[in-house]
């Protein structure tokens, strides 16, 4: 059994997977080692499929239209399998002038990032979308966002990242990386196996940091319960992803035909479960707010419900890079609900640093100590 | 651990292949030995790949034959293998009536 590698990949995500995948195809030996049984069981099929630039920090900007531009227009031939990317535009929609002045201001700092957003009143929405109520009275839309299926990008990286070569152990749960010489060098799993690499990605989302704590170090970050409703399947009605200035919902439909739907039931902060399960109120809720916004869904149905974690830093920004003090790992963790729509770019430039090269796009932004004691 | 490396045999067609097996997304029986030969190893991922048991059944008729299929594949006893979590709710349910829960 394969104990040693070039890199070590701890977390078989869809950060993980899209850095094997990258490396593999650059003929780097990677083992890729996953804590659970069953890969991408994480926030990495646990999310609503945004494919977004509007809305994020701007240190995150640069990823996701380099994502959008360079890797998810290709990424089903590169992968083979249809990875279900539609760049149809994002609408994000308002009904009262308080939701016009959060709009606004969305918008504003988006356009000052160079991103390509505009306000639009609620005729124009409803011509965008025409299923929209007509009690959207404006929206925000940036037409080259999209969405994509979360579920079959993270297997998809998975598979082949496998057929270039990639190994891999699931229900290898990493707690202790081990330094030799001042550098990086062992990972240890809870079985008591011990693996060795010359670098080890760290890429385990919110485990990230009870492992990165073992070489000292700490991420301000902590988990946060999401929930998603998902409806039968219906013949395709539009494919831009949707989202609220309020964000009490936001979704797509799937190129299955059914509405994929991201929920809040309000009390996301003070989940107490070991394991994400979904609330008791949240769907009912959200099936108010959607109704209030899609009426003509109203008999649609539920089939299904499911939770997930977002493992969120202080700043709501990952950490991203090498860590100076550890020579040989590199930490990624803390997407904070962002991560599936630049996974592929994230991928890429996790690979690139693991070879030691110039990342393709600076990550200095994502460093794991810019979380300072306040002056 | 699951070493996913480990030699399962090469995919022989077979000829009850073309099978359905998931009635509600139309799976074959085909498709999910394919899958676990693409390194589908868990029930979990056989579904989140091809939908089988993702309709308006959840699973409720085809989840025991997917899992027999997929340790037959794997060449272990189908009560190794983790069935696929069971979601809320249990039936469908239409919006506006799910909606009126306070």
């Known amino acids: 059994m394969k104990k040693t590698a070039d890199v070590i990949v701890v977390g078989g995500g869809a950060i993980g997977n899209a850095t094997a995948y990258n490396l593999a195809k650059n003929g780097v030996d990677v083992l890729v080692l996953e804590a659970d049984e069953v890969v991408g069981n994480g926030g990495s099929s646990r999310n609503g499929g945004g494919v977004r630039q509007s809305g ?8 996701a239209i380099y994502g959008i531009q360079h890797i998810w227009p290709n990424l089903k031939d590169e992968l083979g399998m249809d990875v279900e990317y539609h760049r149809e535009g994002n609408l994000r929609l308002g009904r009262t002038e308080a939701h016009r002045a959060i709009l606004n201001g969305l918008t504003d700092r988006a356009v000052e990032c160079g991103l390509d957003v505009r306000m639009v009143e609620g005729d124009e929405a409803r011509e965008i979308c025409p299923y929209l109520s007509d009690a959207v009275l404006c929206a925000s839309w940036c037409a080259t966002d999209g969405h994509a299926n979360p579920m079959l990008t993270t297997l998809a990286f998975y598979r082949a990242a496998r057929r270039l070569g990639a190994v891999y152990h699931s229900g290898a749960k990493v707690t202790e990386i081990k330094k030799q010489k001042g550098r990086a060098r062992q990972v240890v799993t809870e079985d008591g196996d011990v693996y060795e690499a010359d670098v080890i990605v760290l890429a385990a989302g919110y485990g990230s940091r009870a492992i990165a704590n073992t070489v000292g ?18 013949a395709p009605m539009f494919w831009q992803m949707l989202g609220t200035a309020d964000a009490d919902f936001y979704g797509h439909q799937s190129d299955h035909g059914s509405f994929v739907f991201g929920i809040t039931g309000g009390y996301e902060d003070f989940s107490t479960a070991v394991r994400p399960v979904s609330s008791s109120i949240a769907a009912s809720s959200a099936c108010r707010v959607i109704l209030g916004y899609f009426p003509i869904l109203e008999n649609l149905k539920i089939v299904r419900s499911w939770a997930g974690w977002i493992d969120v830093t202080a700043d709501h920004v ?16 803390g997407f904070s609900g962002h991560g599936f729509g ?5 991928g890429l430039l996790l690979s690139e640093l693991a070879q030691g090269q110039t990342p393709t796009l600076p990550v200095d932004a994502f460093r794991y100590d810019r979380f300072k004691a306040p002056a | 651990m699951n070493d996913r490396s480990r030699d399962i045999g090469t995919f022989i067609p077979g000829a009850d292949d073309d099978m359905i097996i998931c009635r509600c997304e139309e799976i074959t029986k085909g498709e999910i030995r394919r899958a676990v030969h693409d390194g589908m190893f868990t029930i979990a991922e056989v579904r989140r790949m091809l939908r089988c048991g993702m309709g308006l059944c959840q699973g409720q008729t085809c989840a025991r034959l997917v899992k027999g299929i997929v340790a037959a594949e794997l060449g272990v006893r189908g009560t190794e293998l983790e069935s696929a979590s069971a979601r809320s709710p249990m039936r469908p349910i239409e919006m506006r009536v799910l909606g009126r829960d306070q």
Not at chain 1, 56 to 63: C, I, S
Not at chain 1, 217 to 234: A, D, F, N, R, S
Not at chain 1, 318 to 333: A, D, K, S, T
């Open chain 1, 56 to 63: 994020r920090d701007p240190r995150e900007l640069p990823l």
């Open chain 1, 217 to 234: 170090l700490e991420v301000p970050m902590h988990t946060q319960l999401m929930e998603v409703i998902v409806t039968e399947g219906v």
């Open chain 1, 318 to 333: 990952p950490v991203f890079g090498p860590v100076e003090e550890v020579p040989g790992l590199i930490l990624v963790c």
């Open chain 1, 342 to 346: 630049i996974c592929p770019t994230a």
